[in-house]
């Protein structure tokens, strides 16, 4: 199971060179929960020309990666062991499709709050008890076992977490790999992004909702209009590039005279409002818009939108909030926090 981070490159290569290893396959997983990089590839090219690297889509399994626990909040623990249940279930199909023995993973212990034992149970559960192989987690992690059914077993490591993910870049330079750590978990995972796991918990509720609402979830500025509205207002250029390719033919199109100003997307039930209703949102949508251009104080600022589905647009003037905490403090919006991640390549 080959994520490409630091941690699941030094545990492949560290398997790779165990004298009773054949060969190896690298499997990596791709999902809507994680940040697509070409990095990827770069670094198999460059570390493992000679292995063949298979890749994956979890289209349907995503839903049960976001673990509420019926009702509860969000929490990361609960979803990374629901996540690496997901990806080891779908790595045993592959590992007997391609007649391997053992799967391999770069897992650590008390990562994102996952201990020995519920990785144990989670392995005996699955059937895979003596087939997962976790060399991160031995006594000394960086030696190579007698035999693999030592990495089979995940015992009380006298080295701890922090120091462990410390000595990582040394062990990699050691192995003849690139120290960096772009793929990391912080970098890949969005679920690790502080706010990113209580939206998309918040949306498991919403009954068949897509993946391309899932996807607006990744903008920073986003707003949940009681009952049913959702407002995602895009800045910079690639913010606006992607939340472009997002529209759909019954969305609202929200934006600024000015050519570099923020770009507004609202999606809601439109044929379920009246004239009032649907003026309300649209003047929400167009205030929220206008606190965003950050130029012109208190002054009016006029405001364009037009329906993806109709060509013409129409203009409305309105002030902007005073601040963006005066629209966090409105009753009919929620307003879930998301930090501005991008995905370190150097």
Known sequence: MFSGSLASRVATRLAERHPAVESICLLHFRSPLARESEELRRLVKEEWPDAT??????????????????????????????????????AIRYMERSGSDYVVTGEMLGQHGVGG????????????????????????????????????????????????????????????????????????????????????????????????????????LFYEVRPSAKIVVALDEQEKRDLQTLFLPQDLRVYTAAPHGPMTLVRTRWEGKDDEAKEAVIRLAARITATHVGENGGAIIPIYYRFESDNERMLVNVSPFASCHEIAVLDNVEVVPLERVSLSVG
């Open 53 to 90: 690297l298979r890749t994956q889509s979890l289209k349907r399994e995503y839903r049960r990666i976001i673990d509420t626990a019926l009702g509860k909040s969000f929490r990361l623990d609960r979803s990374c062991l629901s996540c690496r249940r997901t990806l080891v279930s779908r």
């Open 117 to 220: 034992r519920a990785m144990n149970e989670m392995a005996a559960q699955l059937g895979l008890t003596g087939r997962v192989l976790r060399p991160l987690c031995a006594d000394e992690p960086g030696r190579l076992p007698d035999t693999l059914e030592e990495w089979s077993r995940v015992p009380n490591r006298r080295i701890g977490r922090r120091d462990l993910e410390e000595a990582l870049p040394r062990w990699a330079g050691d192995l003849g790999l690139d120290p960096r750590d772009p793929m990391s978990s912080r970098h890949r995972c969005k679920l690790t992004s502080p706010g990113f796991g209580d939206r998309a918990a918040h949306l498991l509720h919403d009954a068949g909702f897509t993946l391309n609402e899932l996807r607006l979830l990744d903008f920073p």
